[in-house]
């Protein structure tokens, strides 16, 4: 299959916007139209008179992709078009979880057949890694650096899927970069499901939680072993799916090849921070049955 | 040409200029429509969505958004997937907009966005000045302001013609004054459909998001390439201007009424003071000018209709012959303390040889009547700035010292 | 070039950047090893690993920044990253 997503662009090597772009395209297809807010992946794929994009895509601003999103989607119904296009919307967490909240809450109350995908690379990396309110605990960022008198990030992150579950959304699930596979499954389900559906995929940014390069998938990987990211599939209010975790590892396997969190291995009471982190795990298996 | 109307009795009817410029939206159908309830301009989307539950308003959706940032957001996406877009609002709203109106310009997307003039907060104040869209000026969509509700109605379908001819393809925000226009009920017609389909032709745009022909919308342009597509928005607002003329001579043709395109003049055959003014203020200066003119006084107006684009050329011929120039503001620029109008007719005699003094008037903020006596009063200040030269540049008008 | 209204772009035009001089590793296939699972066409974050009428791979030099993830998760070790010389 022609790929819907084209080389060339200013992604950085092992970029997870770029897995997750293309993977959203490849559940996708040729018959839909993307809306994209501000971030990495706009920038990186449209410099003018560039376009990664195989299928037609519209940016407008940070925080409105979702009200941008309901506009295409209520034009195609209004002309006639809306039984084979599908219309999707990928964004990252900041526009998703913090300033198109209000945007997003509106296009999902309402009932819009879209499918929104945020790739969560847990800051604002395309001002130079800062905190988003997809940040996770303790991970030290530009806005929120570890210090003498602090381990980072003071909150955990928000629970973005359990909010639009509250808008009653008929489809919401969790993915990984880790899972191709599952990742490209779901988005098509969502697509597939009448309504405002949502995908959140978890997304190791090379850049910005400082890895190696080659280490994008594998880094996805440890968060779902280490239970840090669980992955379900929530249809109408009810847990529908959950992948299970055959052996949960520690939660320092996934902290230490990280440079976000590098500060809990050398700082004094880092150790009692790691417990926290551990906990947040713990409780994630719990809530969600993880372990078989 | 100076404005004219067919009075068509038989066709008339009272209704409230809100409902006569939804009754203007339904006509020029419309395939979505964004609304956010604010005061005073809820009325046009009421009677909206009134036409939507009765069945009126074919191949059309109507979205309830959460928020006027949404409400325009939303328009763009639908616009940029082929959609005739409408949606109207007012003050802050408006100002909630601001964002995304440079982006609505910057993309070259079609839409008709009516706008009820307001104050702005704070103090907040849901009453008529023009604060709100004379601050939207440099967003770069046109602006045009309507003089009673039948103007403020067909200048919808007007608005649509100037938008979405291709050597323009920038947003238009027809402006009525709150309540003073939104509010009234008149005697008027209701734009006829079978005259608006042989006016305004089906919006046909040469882009659209279209997955047989994927392109792509919105990209960045760095600063090797920027400058051209400011350039190019630029030279749409100067296309525009002929545009605006044509629009409302072909309006006068298949309807019968013309206000003016980018300007209308009254009384202005042998001037010496020229009030130059934009919206609802028109008619009381209308009245004051009949009266002064059966005295023998030599008082006359220009009406400003295309605030953006700026109307230079034609307003410097119009003003060539007048000795005093009075511009009303109903805004105010804080820290220049004049209004809009007053700074921009300044600027465009500047560098010419019209010499004639201009002094302005900052009238009606936050909804404060301008009787004919403040007009009057205004006037005769002019007739002294003719004899003694300006004393004063720029000022309020009715202000009650003892508050202050 | 001529700006279209409102910077309207054709698709997939990026494909004229060549980004392979971002490249400090390259990755190397041994055929031997290989299975032919996939695995490092479907991952490829710049669509630079093409299938080959043969079932193998080949990657496409001009796109590959050399990132390694291809040959970090293959699961046979049939990829390895050689530092470019020039």
Redesign the interface.
């Known amino acids: 299959m022609r790929n819907l997503f084209a080389s060339g662009h200013r992604g950085c090597a092992g970029c997870c916007n770029a897995m997750a772009a293309k993977f959203t395209l490849m559940a996708a297809g040729?018959?839909?139209?993307i809306?994209s807010p501000t971030g990495c992946l706009?920038?990186m794929t449209?410099?003018?008179?560039?376009?990664s994009?195989?299928?037609?895509?519209?940016?407008?601003?940070f925080?409105?992709a979702?009200?941008?999103?309901?506009?295409?989607?209520?034009?195609?119904?209004?002309?006639?078009k809306d039984e084979k296009?599908k219309v999707l919307v990928i964004g990252g967490d900041g526009s998703t979880i913090d300033i198109g909240m209000?945007?997003i809450?509106?296009?999902f109350?309402?009932g819009h057949d879209i499918t929104y995908v945020c790739v969560d690379n847990e800051a604002y990396m395309n001002t130079g890694v800062q905190r988003s309110g997809g940040t996770p605990f303790d991970a030290s960022t530009t806005t929120s650096p570890a210090g003498r008198v602090s381990f980072g990030n003071p909150r955990p992150k928000k629970n973005m899927p359990a909010i639009i579950v509250a808008h009653g959304s008929p489809y919401v699930a969790t993915a990984s970069l880790a899972y191709p596979n599952d990742m490209i499954r779901k988005v098509r389900a969502a697509i597939d499901t009448k309504g405002p559906t949502y995908v959140h995929v978890h997304s190791p940014c090379t850049t910005g939680w400082g890895f190696d390069t080659s280490k994008t998938v594998e880094v996805a990987r440890l968060a779902f072993e280490t239970a840090m990211w669980p992955l379900y599939e929530i249809e109408n209010g009810r847990m529908t799916k959950v992948n299970k975790i055959k052996e949960q590892k520690p939660v320092e396997e996934y902290l230490r090849i990280q440079r976000r969190f590098k500060h809990l291995f050398t700082m004094e009471g880092g150790d009692e921070e790691i417990k926290k982190i551990q906990h947040i795990a713990d409780q994630n298996v719990l809530e969600f049955g993880l372990i078989e | 040409m100076i404005s004219t109307r067919k009075i068509a009795k038989e066709k008339m009817k009272v209704v409230e200029g809100s409902y006569a410029v939804a009754h203007a939206v339904k006509v020029c159908r419309p395939?979505?429509i964004?609304a956010y309830p604010i005061t005073p301009q809820t009325h046009i989307v009421e009677d909206l969505s009134q036409f939507m539950a009765d069945g009126e308003i074919p191949?059309?959706?109507y979205?309830?958004?959460?928020?006027e940032?949404?409400a325009i957001?939303?328009?763009?996406?639908?616009?940029?997937?082929?959609?005739r877009?409408y949606s109207a609002t007012t003050s802050q709203g408006l100002e909630l907009m601001h964002?995304?109106l440079f982006?609505v310009s910057?993309?070259?997307?079609p839409m008709v966005m009516t706008v009820a003039n307001r104050a702005v907060s704070a103090p907040i104040n849901i009453w008529n000045d023009q604060q709100d869209s004379i601050s939207q000026r440099d967003t770069g969509w046109i602006q045009m302001h309507a003089e009673d509700p039948q103007e403020a109605a067909d200048m919808v379908a007007q608005s649509y013609r100037i938008s979405e001819d291709?050597d323009v393809?920038l947003p238009v925000m027809p402006c009525m004054d709150a309540f003073v226009l939104s509010h009234v009920y008149e005697p008027l017609v209701l734009l006829e459909q079978d005259l608006v389909e042989e006016y305004l032709p089906p919006f046909e745009p040469?882009?659209v998001?279209?997955?047989k022909?994927?392109?792509?919308?919105?990209?960045?342009?760095?600063p090797s390439?920027y400058t051209?597509?400011r350039y190019?928005q630029a030279k749409a607002m100067d296309k525009a201007l002929l545009k605006i003329e044509e629009a409302a001579n072909e309006f006068n043709e298949v309807f019968g009424r013309y206000y003016g395109g980018l300007i209308d003049e009254y009384e202005k055959e042998d001037a010496e003071i020229v009030i130059v003014a934009m919206g609802s203020i028109i008619g009381t200066v209308k009245d004051v000018i009949d009266k002064l003119r059966s005295k023998g006084e030599k008082v006359g107006l220009l009406k400003v209709r295309s605030f953006r684009p700026f109307p230079i050329e034609a307003i410097r011929k119009n003003l060539k012959d007048a000795k005093v120039i009075v511009a009303l503001d109903k805004n105010i620029s804080m820290g220049l303390n004049e209004g809009a109008l007053c700074t921009e007719i300044k600027a465009c005699l500047y560098n010419t040889d019209i010499n004639a003094p201009v002094i302005g008037f900052m009238i009606g903020h936050g909804g404060r009547d301008v009787p004919p006596s403040t007009i009057n009063y205004i006037i005769d200040q002019a007739r002294n700035v003719m004899s003694l030269g300006i004393t004063v540049e720029s000022q309020f008008t009715d202000v009650k010292e003892e508050m202050i | 070039m001529t700006?279209?209204?409102?910077?309207?772009?054709?698709?997939r035009s990026t494909l004229g950047n060549k980004t392979g001089g971002w490249r400090t590793y390259r990755p190397i296939f041994d055929y031997d090893k290989c299975i032919k699972c996939k695995l490092c066409e479907l991952l490829c974050p710049d669509m630079a690993v093409l299938p080959k009428d043969d079932g193998f791979f080949e990657i496409d030099y001009d796109f590959c920044k050399g990132c390694g993830i291809c040959a970090n998760e293959c699961p046979k070790d049939a990829i390895e990253m050689v530092l470019e010389e020039k």
């Open positions: 040729e018959d839909c139209i809306v706009e920038v449209t410099p003018y008179p560039e376009s994009w195989g299928v037609p895509w519209i940016h407008s601003l925080e409105n979702a009200a941008v999103a309901s506009g295409v989607e209520a034009a195609l119904k209004a002309l006639g296009t209000r945007s809450s509106g296009a109350e309402r | 395939n979505v964004s191949n059309c959706e979205i309830n958004v959460e928020s940032f949404s957001s939303a328009l763009v996406g639908a616009s940029a997937a082929g959609a877009t964002e995304v982006n910057g993309m070259r997307l291709r393809l040469e882009f998001l279209d997955p022909n994927p392109r792509t919308f919105g990209a960045f342009a760095d390439i051209e597509f190019l | 700006i279209l209204p409102g910077g309207v772009c054709e698709p």
